[in-house]
């Protein structure tokens, strides 16, 4: 039986470890399936009953006669394993673990997990969990789960699909969804994703025919390749994908941070990663269900202007939208107050069409008033009968869910709050199609110095190698070649971590005699700690320092980062990420969008400086994603000369593994 | 009449300008105080009709017998002023204006509204509004209003008290109160506020018997003084006041820039302002209905750890608002997931208990899953029993109305949103009660500067006259006294703006020689556009720059702006303000605050500047808020010594009315 099958549409299903008691968690799956109208077969598994809620239960699986295409582990966390092989020994194709206690809880639950995933895979069985709240799939009225939002007598089926690696936020997005006349295709609750993970699921769902949306609550990323994979088949399918991910905050980020990452944490990394992707990320919890109808049908902004044009029943509910997206930086280029006027459904929408034609903006806001309360259909008529080539959607200021429920199923994204509202339109205008990959190219030449990389020359070499120009060479004190002083000298060592404190850093060296005494100097001072010395002629004219960073996020793969250097851009966290590798285009978007190199971009007249070079080394340095031994590298700082003057490394390090 | 019981609770209503249809803008508030069960008097006053809507009608105010208590004009803009006057013939003690068409339409407007006004005045009127949507007064029933959320059968009678300068807001934020069984004491809209504020209005509720909490929704700030008033006797009487005011985005915050204001906008000036008078200001328009259960019956948290606990019924939701909060810098100290446990009253009850005596935190959150939806008296059980020192509040994660109820019923914060949640907590942590402004103390010597201060050298005269050390001298290069040299050299003018581009500034000066040639050079090029010298020795061993400032926002007066000296600090508009003056200890809180003082403060081991010399020099400076005479100041940059050492004004500028 294929996966998608199995997973969706079972018809025989085994509910391993179904308790006869109904109030209990192991019983729900069973009371559940025949509450929602499955009609295919259930076999209970429990050795010490007869029958379970009134069906007959078999003793062990084996005893299950026939195929078996989806079975739901119940049992105890000790034994899941005996289950998963009892499965495997049927054949069952996907099995489906409620118990937690794995992974999760250290060093032996990871061996645990290890062990059942072996097990699984070995019988040909796709495991879905542990720590799985199950399937629904609702027009099919096969509703293969625990989730407590079953308790209500009938779920609404609707058009959008939700994985969720959280088992309870599956019935929680579905009863807030609820309120909103929005019901669900299939909901999958994927746990701790030892097999199949979300990406996966995602994959099935771009396929799913009754499936035009895909939600993801997640709590992190596994396999960002299936990811990848689902979004950019979504996307040629014109299926949006939204994402809520937990992790944003400080704490959350700095568990996932290194060296580099010390200023850019790998929530960054998940932000570029879905970015990168085409999956549209909300910040709020509701925008997940308001947004998707702003994305069906649609194809992501070219070029927006990052503007919208409002047309508002009620002037401070107008204002709160302006304000908060204000705060997103973007600007409302028209608001009409109707409030005088007053919300008469042509006038209303003949404000639309015009907002909706508008070409300073690129979405029309319509704010309903009171009317969307006391008059819900008068109130939202003028949304629901404007036409033009923006996206509309509405937000409701009073509490309104009959306005919202029109608005839902006429396919219009509507909003309960300013603030989800403001960032559904954030996120719609920072939609992006996949991005095409650019080609690493040859890279002969840099993986050949990898294995002399270990210290700053080595460094240098292999960026150099990259396309990033060096300026510094090694040399001999003893044979000096020409040089173009004055000159920076630097012991070389892998054991020195901060050459500047010890004395390993020399500037403004004005000759050769200098040089050599300088060199002799450090020599006495640090002894057998260096293995040589490099000298760079001393950077003119520098109009800014840049921090160029690279790191294999844990999560996500290969990275790029910019930031300001020096200390207050650390400070300020002022970094950019992207995945890696990137196009020189892409670095111009990097080199705009981090804060304090306002500088070198010309703030207030400054001397501008050469973002092109700029742009250059930031992608040829990113083409160290396609060198999987490189854990990390950094130029730290990279000085920006004046326009037309290029780029300076002044300190190189990579890390292999 | 008092001005609150005519206000409030008028028995006598005069309604100029009533119309006889139904379903016009001008019949509701006729309409709508019968509907909601008005038992006083009604005087339509309308030309053209012998009854309007069943009333008998009066063709002028004159007409209407007795004392009236209050009248609503309802009438065209261009009518106002003749109405007002008729209000003041009969000695009306409250006049409430709809139309709009005033002060915020332009210079017109802005006179027609000052006629009003004056006119009012004259009579003994108190104005309300004009574009004020009336007062409703729910336990009274008095709905004298035109806003549409009196459609409703019945308004809900509440504790709470609203003031909303928008009048479409009155309703929404009362629609969506509804919707968790929250009712109001009294709703009142004042518009634009050309007598009766915003502010003046909070002082009335303070005293009325049927208000524990104000509630404002504010588009600007009017009156601070008023606000002010209100606020700390609010304060007194144990009535919080919380502030959703519009106006944080940089759109409409450069709006409100001055010189100084460029990387300081009004709204920071605002956000001081609630925080110095004990107004509790929130971010998301939910949180305005939200947060009193959480302040009512408290006072301000003292050194708060900025910490929560957490007991959830579902682990997603609540990492969801782990999340959120640590978004906003507070830290979840504890979080207990029961899912498994089960949700059982007595467990959860047992563990917020615990949760609410913690240590290690200031606030315990339940986070509740499905059990809200499906049982949600069994499901808010425990939160309403638990007991303990800390204050507790509630997160419902699925859509759960009933259980909203129950816990609002119970005086118990809970919230729709993980955001609204973390807005809420964020909010109380930041309560503080109203501060005690510093004395000005003796402010002669520096007034009596105030003539000359025109220039750097009396710009720094008045500063150091208020205590801020000063380096500096003016110099006669022909006469020159002793000086501690390398000095800078600075050409004294009115006139030029970028001195250092003008080369009016030479540092680094080694002798007196030298300081002779220095300033006969620029004499030389400068000529008659500069009016002096002066000298100061140059600072040695800066461990950082900070740029020190002060205006009188055109909102709340007095500011005090602290950032980080330099280009980048300006990029990144990391500055923090204060209402001016503050004390040293206020002073040492924002040195704390600001991100870019970060190397001073001793950032990975760099040296630490003398941070109480650069307090007091804040603490001093910020008493040029009681020299009303002085509109604008800075320092900049103020160099900051190592410990011990002080800090050095590097440039002084003073602006006068």
Chains 1, 2 share one sequence.
Not at 243 to 266: D, F, M, N, V
Not at 582 to 605: C, D, N, Q, S
Request: net charge negative; glycine share 10%; proline share 6%.
């Amino acid at each position: 039986m294929k996966l998608a099958s199995a997973l969706f549409t079972p018809r025989r299903i085994a509910l391993i470890g179904a308790s006869t008691d109904a109030a209990r968690l192991t019983a729900r799956a069973q009371v559940y399936l025949r509450r929602h109208g499955f009609t295919g077969e259930l076999f209970p598994v429990n050795p010490r009953a007869e029958t379970v809620l009134g069906e007959k239960a078999y003793p062990s699986l084996r005893d299950v006669p026939g195929d078996i295409d989806f079975a739901y582990v119940l049992v105890n966390t000790t034994n899941v394993e005996t289950s998963i092989r009892d499965c495997a020994d049927r054949s069952v194709p996907v099995a489906c673990v409620l118990a937690d206690g794995f992974a999760e809880t250290g060093p032996e639950g990871v061996a645990l997990q290890q062990r059942i995933v072996d097990t699984a895979r070995a019988g040909g069985v796709r495991l879905l969990g542990p720590n799985s709240m199950g399937v629904i799939n609702v027009p099919a009225r096969i509703a293969c789960s625990v989730n407590a939002v079953l308790e209500a007598e009938a779920m609404l089926p609707g058009r959008w699909s939700l994985v969720s690696h959280s088992g309870s936020m599956m019935g929680t997005i579905a009863s807030r969804a609820a309120g909103r006349g929005r019901g669900f295709a299939k909901i999958v609750g994927t746990g701790n994703e030892a097999d199949l993970t979300a990406g996966e699921i995602a994959n099935l769902l771009v396929d799913d025919p009754d499936t035009d949306a895909i939600l993801l609550f997640l709590e992190t990323i596994r396999r960002p390749d299936l990811f990848e994979e689902a979004a950019r088949r979504a996307h040629a399918a014109g299926k949006p994908i939204v994402a809520y991910k937990l992790g944003r905050s400080e704490a959350a980020a700095q568990l996932a941070t290194t060296h580099t990452g010390a200023i850019a944490g790998s929530d960054a990394a998940a932000d570029a990663f879905f970015k990168a992707i085409g999956i549209v990320r909300v910040d709020q919890i509701e925008t997940l269900l308001e947004l998707p109808p702003l994305l069906l049908g649609r194809t992501p902004p070219v070029a927006p202007r990052r503007a919208v044009r409002i047309v508002t029943t009620t002037g401070g509910g107008g204002a709160m939208v302006v304000d908060r997206l204000g705060m997103a930086g973007i600007a409302s280029a028209h608001m009409l107050d109707t409030t005088l006027a007053g919300a008469s459904k042509a006038f209303v929408a003949n404000a639309l069409n015009e907002a909706r034609d508008a070409d300073d903006a690129d979405i029309a806001i319509a704010v309903i008033g009171s009317s969307a309360q006391f008059k819900p259909q008068e109130g939202v008529a003028g949304v629901i009968d404007a036409v033009g080539r923006n996206p509309i959607c509405a937000f409701l200021v009073p509490q309104a869910e009959a306005a919202l429920r029109l608005l839902n199923d006429a396919g219009i994204a509507a909003f309960r709050t300013p603030e989800a509202c403001a960032d559904a339109v954030r996120a719609y205008l920072e939609w992006q199609a996949p991005r095409q990959t650019p080609p690493a190219g040859d890279l002969s030449n840099a993986m050949g110095l990898l294995d002399e990389a270990d210290d700053e020359p080595g460094a240098r070499a292999v960026f150099a190698a990259l396309g990033v120009a060096d300026s510094a060479q090694r040399i001999d004190p003893d044979a000096l070649p020409a040089l173009a002083y004055p000159v920076a000298l630097k012991a070389v060592s892998a054991e020195i971590a901060h050459k500047t404190e010890a004395g390993a850093v020399a500037l403004n060296i004005p000759d050769a005699e200098a040089l050599r005494r300088a060199a002799a100097g450090m020599k006495a001072r640090l002894g057998a700690r260096i293995s040589g010395f490099i000298a760079q002629p001393m950077a003119k004219g520098s109009v800014g320092e840049a921090i160029l960073g690279y790191r294999r996020d844990p999560l996500v793969g290969p990275v790029v980062a910019l930031g300001a250097g020096g200390v207050l851009a650390e400070v300020y966290r002022d970094v950019v990420l992207r995945l890696a590798p990137v196009t020189e285009a892409e670095a111009m978007e990097m080199i705009a969008a981090v804060k304090g190199l306002a500088p070198a971009r010309g703030y207030r007249g400054m001397t501008k400086g050469d973002l092109p070079a700029l742009a250059r080394a930031v992608a040829t340095f990113s083409r160290l994603a396609a060198m999987p031994d490189v854990t990390e590298a950094e130029i730290n700082p990279l000085i920006i000369l004046p326009e037309g003057q290029g780029v300076v490394m002044a300190d190189a390090l990579l890390a292999r593994r």
